[in-house]
């Protein structure tokens, strides 16, 4: 039974209140949505897709098949080089023919424009592709999307930049930053389970390697964790070893979309999805129960009839 006053949640896992919170921080511009591999569902290969073909051809020795930060370790060990997993994952993905989206019959392009579609000048992603950048660009051909990465080790820190001394991203010119590097500099991608060590290290060390447009972005808006997965490594480093180690006193509500029922669950699996909202909660999170593509078509609805 619902108590006087609290929230009636929907069978989604979100209020209408919380709803009226993420409607409006995208109206002021203040939302920025976090995208991870889900969002690219049926266009790209999954990492553990990746992982599994890569442990079978590799002979990798292990349980852990499916973990792909795991098997890129072994093959960087195997072949003695670091770049070795990262130039094999971009041609991996290369081989992937990319959506044309021109097309709007495209189901699997729904989650990617959505997201386009609107009105906010910060992207954040961990995938390597440059398909957000796509879709800002065939979605609202007004747009003119710029991409960045993070300079995560010394020898990043001479390739081009996006910034100028004039650029300030907004909705007609957002910045898409790639957290975990971009395929097109294959140095630049976390990958290895040594990568996300050292990516951790270095920017606990100096936060000055997240520019502070970016910084902004994580602390002082309301964050839309879309494509991940709670056991996701990406997601674990995002949530404790990044966003939870800044300034979160501005921070406005959070949603994470989870799948139904909870990923690695066993038992009852209303238990599990209780636990992770209350793990959320905690985190002043709330979680959406569905896939990405749900939640994606349910905040267009929403976000048009809300600026009606």
């Known amino acids: 039974m619902t108590e006087i006053g609290e929230p009636q949640r929907q069978e989604n896992g979100l209020s209408n209140e919380d709803w009226t919170v993420i409607l409006g921080t995208i109206r002021d511009r203040r939302c920025t949505p976090f995208l991870g591999a889900g969002v690219n569902y049926g266009i790209l290969p999954l990492a553990a897709q990746i992982a599994n073909e890569w442990a079978i051809a590799e002979g990798y020795p292990m349980m852990s098949r499916d973990d792909l930060?795991?098997?890129a370790q072994f093959l960087s060990v195997k072949f003695q080089s670091g770049i070795f997993p990262k130039a094999e994952i971009v041609r991996r993905l290369a081989r992937e023919p990319r959506p044309d989206f021109s097309l709007a019959d495209d189901d699997r392009l729904v989650c990617l424009r959505a997201l386009a579609k609107l009105p906010l000048p910060v992207y954040i992603t961990t995938n390597y592709d440059e398909l957000m950048e796509e879709a800002l660009r065939f979605t609202s051909p007004s747009?003119?999307?710029?991409?960045e990465f993070c300079r995560w080790h010394p020898l990043?820190?001479?390739?081009?930049s996006a910034y100028?001394?004039?650029y300030e991203p907004d909705?007609?010119?957002?910045?898409?930053?790639?957290?975990?590097g971009i395929e097109r500099y294959p140095n630049s991608l976390v990958l290895?389970?040594?990568?996300?060590?050292?990516?951790?290290?270095?920017?606990s060390r100096s936060q000055k390697l997240i520019p502070p447009r970016i910084q902004a972005a994580l602390t002082s808006a309301s964050l839309l964790f879309v494509g991940y997965r709670l056991k996701d490594i990406n997601f674990r480093v995002i949530?404790?070893?990044?966003?939870?180690?800044?300034d979160r006193g501005q921070r406005e509500l959070g949603v994470t979309v989870q799948i139904t029922p909870p990923d690695g669950h066993s038992g009852d699996p209303k238990e599990a999805q209780?636990?992770?909202?209350?793990?959320?909660?905690?985190?002043n999170v709330r979680v959406y129960w569905g896939t990405a593509s749900q939640f994606a078509e349910d905040l267009q609805s929403r976000w048009e009839n809300y600026r009606k």
Do not use: C, Q, W
């Open 171 to 180: 909705e007609i010119n957002p910045l898409v930053y790639h957290l975990h």
């Open 156 to 160: 990043l820190k001479s390739l081009p």
């Open 239 to 246: 949530h404790r070893g990044l966003v939870e180690s800044m």
């Open 274 to 283: 209780d636990f992770l909202n209350k793990y959320f909660i905690a985190l």
């Open 143 to 147: 747009k003119r999307p710029r991409r």
């Open 69 to 71: 930060s795991s098997v």
């Open 192 to 203: 290895t389970e040594d990568d996300y060590l050292d990516f951790l290290v270095n920017v």
């Open 164 to 166: 100028d001394s004039t």
